[in-house]
């Protein structure tokens, strides 16, 4: 049995990743810290977990008797946390986090499971990638891989209320949430950096450069991706819509052999040839991706769920496959039928 340690286990990330890891057959959770919550049953705030496990949350960390811990820190308590504390070097670590994506100074994997998973089974230290980063990503890989971004790539993707975390805020209020519709981050999204990251490292060497427009240091012959991120008035998904430009005409048929030739052995990734919609992915890992071609533009619509294929079932997929098991062990998960 893999012995599972998970920090900052009482927010979003965390009770999801404790559903998932409850019925996971090779998982025991050996404990889920939270400090405010200490003493107090996971399901006092999991509450879709009762009758599930009679886990407390703990206020301990014994990492001695764990195999692997996950964080489910905000944004910059990752690497603050491991400044003050002592993680054994055997014990592996999935950061759920931005704190370690970019490539600098530490060990950490970047894990995309579609593109890195050789880098992932040999690594003690992963960075589990961003959501909306997933979900963007995965649109655009195939054309990335082929040397077929050459021009400026417009993104737009709207991400439900759980994308912003459990602790409440001017919007994510239901009162403002509900029936509204909204734009933040505009261009300035910081998922975009891994983005950039990835496709640049997937590129033929002769293909243009991605860059990000607000990183000191752009040149104005390098590719932007033009991202414009939305808030929708639904708690769970991201659905996402790309427009890349080719320098050339390509028939579909092509475009969509290309994608389905990318993703042929992809655990959770799937081409789809119809029309895509968020309750295909809502509650599942997977992540879904259509293109249609308009002479010289691609559309590729992708989308996943935030809190799975974007957070912790991908992470709960990359534990799977640092462990040598089954990548798809404990993420058996449906999809709504209606």
């Known amino acids: ?3 599972v340690g998970i920090l900052g286990a009482a927010g979003y990330t965390g009770g999801e990743l404790i559903r998932l890891l409850l ?3 090779e998982v025991e959770i050996v404990f ?3 400090e405010s919550n200490a003493g107090n049953y996971v399901y006092d705030v999991h509450e879709g977990l009762l009758g599930d496990t009679e886990l407390k949350f703990t206020s301990e960390m014994p990492f001695d008797q764990v195999d692997v811990v996950y964080f489910c820190f905000g944004h910059g308590k990752s690497e603050a946390f491991l400044k003050e504390h002592d993680i054994p070097a055997n014990v592996k670590i999935i950061d759920l986090a931005q704190d370690f994506r970019i490539k600098g100074d530490h060990d950490y994997v970047y894990g995309l499971p579609e593109i ?3 880098e992932t089974t040999k690594c003690q230290h992963l960075a589990n990638p961003g959501c909306f980063a997933t979900c963007i990503q995965i649109g655009l890989l195939p054309l990335a891989k082929a040397g077929l971004i050459t021009k400026d790539i417009a993104v737009n993707a709207i991400t439900g209320s759980t994308g912003a975390g459990q602790k409440p805020s001017a919007t994510t209020h239901f009162s403002w949430r509900d029936g509204n ?7 300035t999204h910081q998922h975009l950096h891994e983005i950039t990251q990835t496709l640049n490292e997937l590129k033929p060497a002769t293909a243009p450069r991605v860059a990000n427009t607000l990183v000191e240091g752009y040149e104005t012959d390098e590719i932007t991706i033009d991202f414009i991120p939305y808030r929708g008035d639904f708690a769970r998904g991201i659905f996402c819509t790309e427009v890349v430009t080719l320098d050339k005409v390509l ?6 052999s290309l994608y389905k030739n990318f993703y042929k052995d992809a655990a959770f990734t ?3 040839d119809k029309a895509l919609d968020l309750k295909q992915v809502v509650n599942t890992n997977k992540g879904l991706v259509h293109v249609e071609v308009f002479g010289k533009k691609i559309v590729i619509t992708s989308m996943i769920d935030n809190l799975l294929k974007g ?3 991908q992470a709960v997929q990359n534990m799977n496959i640092m462990f040598g098991i089954d990548e798809r062990a404990g993420l058996n998960l449906k999809a709504s039928a209606f």
């Open 1 to 3: 049995m893999i012995k």
């Open 270 to 272: 799937h081409y789809c």
């Open 23 to 25: 019925n996971h057959p």
């Open 181 to 187: 519709f909204s734009v933040y981050k505009l261009f």
């Open 251 to 256: 028939n579909k048929e092509d475009i969509v």
């Open 116 to 118: 890195h998973k050789e």
């Open 311 to 313: 957070a912790v079932g």
């Open 32 to 34: 889920a810290n939270s």
